[in-house]
């Protein structure tokens, strides 16, 4: 059985995600990138989760396509001892740059944009900043087969 292109772009999202590294050309080190909030206790670096998905889904043209605006919310977690509002700035920054290098999504998606981003420094003995970025994302697929992409 096909994965439904939710499932699909969603996995893209992640990979671009993970490829956000210093070496790469960005200003943060990502060490998880994850669905599971579980998985971000055991991060001890820079994270980021996927928090939220939802779907809007309206006829598009014909009855026998569905046009599909996916938010997705990303919450970035970053450690700094440093400047910490800066450093929750790099990994939103960061954040945009790596889902641009694709904005198809693999051939899946029509358009990929950053619609905004929120951020949070706190200021108390632990070095954690975080911000929550939105992203949406559009795509088609068959009426009826959100497994087939069109």
């Not at 995600?17 to 998880?32: A, F, K, M, S």
């Not at 693999?106 to 950053?114: F, R």
């Amino acid at each position: 059985m096909a994965d439904p292109t939710k499932t699909l772009i969603v996995e893209n999202l992640q990979t671009a995600l993970q490829g956000i590294t210093v070496t790469g050309g960005y200003h943060r080190n990502v060490r998880t990138v994850s669905r599971l909030a579980k998985e971000l206790s055991d991060a001890q670096g820079d994270a980021i989760f996927i928090a939220a998905c939802r779907e809007k889904k309206e006829p598009f043209a014909t009855s026998l396509r569905m046009e599909v605006t996916l938010t997705v919310m990303l919450a970035a977690i970053v450690y700094e001892q440093g400047d910490l509002a800066q450093a929750i700035d790099e990994i939103a920054t960061d954040i945009e740059k790596a889902i641009s290098v694709d904005e198809s999504r693999g051939s899946l998606a029509t358009s990929t944009n950053v619609v905004s981003v929120e951020d949070a420094a706190t200021q108390g003995t632990d070095p954690l900043g975080s911000c929550l970025v939105e992203v949406e994302i559009v795509y088609r697929h068959r009426w009826g087969d959100p497994t087939t992409a069109v």
